[in-house]
């Protein structure tokens, strides 16, 4: 029923957005004025901001934090693992809202960063809940790897041929908070091309001025 209650204010939302679509100047691409995603229970439509005056979250305006632990990121995070930018990471988002549950986007950074907002559509699991070295229950790492992300537990080993789509994100290029948590799926065995990274993270979007939910 709430499936089906979503569908619907989805689909008013976006014939109702498409004349304000076609009115947009700062747009997606030039055919793309505007993405509805689901963000819990909630529709959100994702644009960019129309204020010519408008500029970056303060909290993602720095450009120099100590290295370690900021380091620049590479480009290529790990073999088999894509990184992808924003209209990738839309096209992520729109399949979900779809019904596609094949795919989950999670955002990776601890819950002090959220204040700042979030990707519509995105959930939130923390870096260290999946990671051991962060001190992560060992339980709780295997119910997540379970009940969230679809691998199978067989006699002591991880089964991942049902396992979804990951598509993970932090602050930016600069930080580890994702990259760890990629590092450690890997660890664990979770097939490489499940997994997908957007590099840019929350500073990349809103230099873009897209669209965040706190």
């Known amino acids: 029923m ?3 209650l979503v569908v619907l204010l989805t689909s008013c939302w976006a014939l109702w957005g498409h004349a304000e679509e076609n009115a947009l100047k700062v747009k997606i691409t ?4 505007e993405v509805v995603v689901r963000h ?6 994702i644009s960019r901001s129309q204020e010519s ?3 970056i979250n303060p909290a ?3 450009t120099s934090r100590d290295c370690p632990p900021y380091c620049i990121q590479p480009i290529i995070l790990a073999a088999g693992v894509e990184t992808i930018g924003e209209l990738e990471m ?3 988002l729109k399949r979900i809202t779809d019904g596609d549950d094949s795919v989950i986007v999670i955002d990776s950074r601890t819950p002090e960063w959220l204040k700042e907002g979030t990707i519509p559509g995105s959930i939130n699991i923390p870096y260290s809940r999946l990671s051991p070295a962060a001190g992560a229950d060992p339980f709780e790492i295997a119910d997540l790897l379970e009940t969230t992300f679809g691998a199978i537990e067989q006699e002591g080993l991880w089964n991942f041929s049902k396992a979804r789509t990951l598509v993970l994100f ?8 994702s990259p760890t948590t990629v590092k450690t799926l890997l660890d664990f065995g979770y097939p490489a091309d499940r997994i997908k990274w957007y590099r ?3 500073q990349a979007w809103e230099t873009l001025g897209l669209t965040v939910v706190r």
């Not at 819990?40 to 439509?45: I, K, L, N, T």
């Not at 932090?170 to 908070?177: L, T």
């Open 90 to 92: 839309l096209d992520y």
């Open 2 to 4: 709430i499936r089906i």
């Open 30 to 33: 030039p055919s793309v004025g």
């Open 53 to 55: 005056t408008n500029e």
């Open 40 to 45: 819990g229970d909630s529709v959100v439509a």
């Open 60 to 62: 993602y305006a720095r």
């Open 200 to 202: 840019g993270g929350i």
């Open 170 to 177: 932090c602050n930016g290029m600069w930080c580890g908070q």
